[in-house]
């Protein structure tokens, strides 16, 4: 697979792990309680702390809510 198929494939990838995920996480969090969020916190280390910060604007976007990443050490105090 070319890193141009990869690339146009993305879309469909994030709705399939979005379905995916959607029922999993409703039986983690209750609906209410999802609308009562107002911050999400990412964390993480090296690369994960990077797809962190990549990932923050657009999640800020796309929920509306108050979005910050920190490093794991960070986060953990």
């Known amino acids: 697979m070319s890193l ?5 494939g993305l879309p469909d990838m994030i709705r399939a792990e979005t379905m995916r995920l959607e029922g999993r996480l409703r039986r983690c969090i209750p609906t209410p309680d ?3 969020l107002r ?3 990412l964390t993480g280390s090296g ?3 990077i ?4 990932t923050a604007v657009s999640l ?3 929920t509306g809510l108050a979005v910050q990443s920190m490093p794991a050490m960070e986060a953990a105090r």
């Open 4 to 8: 141009l198929d990869h690339a146009a």
């Open 34 to 36: 999802i609308y009562r």
């Open 39 to 41: 911050q999400i916190i």
């Open 47 to 49: 690369d994960s702390l």
């Open 51 to 54: 797809a962190g910060h990549s």
């Open 60 to 62: 800020r976007t796309w």
